[in-house]
Nanobody, 123 residues
Framework: QVQLVESGGGSVQAGGSLSLSCAVS????????MAWFRQAPGKEREGVATIAEDGTTIYANSVKGRFTISRDNAKNTLYLQMNSLKPEDTAVYYC?????????????????WGQGTQVTVSS
């Protein structure tokens, strides 16, 4: 099976940066495409960034130009670099993986999920 473990969350002031990591273990064939999602209190979970097996990256409009998703297959780790953070970025951030190689920002397309890490941005 697959296990995803996020780390790197925390508290930061607006304008600051944080870097999230997601350690991936298990069957690599089941994690061909990956993504970061977030869920703020009282809101639905939303896709933030996704990376396909071929390296194609797609971002939600709300984070485009500020967040960067990347993947190091040798280290079995997914990353999310978050710059110019805003209070509205406050949420629990989750990494997710799917066996298909294509990108997606729809949470229903993902099979495996991490436990989440809290990101809090203060004004």
């Amino acid at each position: 099976q697959v296990q995803l473990v996020e780390s790197g969350g925390g508290s930061v002031q607006a304008g600051g940066s944080l870097s999230l990591s997601c350690a991936v273990s298990g069957d690599a064939a089941r994690t061909r495409a990956m993504a970061w999602f977030r869920q703020a209190p009282g809101k639905e979970r939303e896709g933030v960034a996704t990376i396909a097996e071929d390296g194609t990256t797609i971002y939600a409009n709300s984070v485009k130009g500020r967040f960067t998703i990347s993947r190091d297959n040798a280290k079995n780790t997914l990353y999310l670099q978050m710059n110019s953070l805003k209070p509205e970025d406050t949420a629990v951030y989750y990494c997710a993986a799917r066996p298909l190689p294509f990108w997606s920002l729809f949470d229903g397309h993902y099979t495996y999920w991490g436990q989440g890490t809290q990101v809090t941005v203060s004004s």
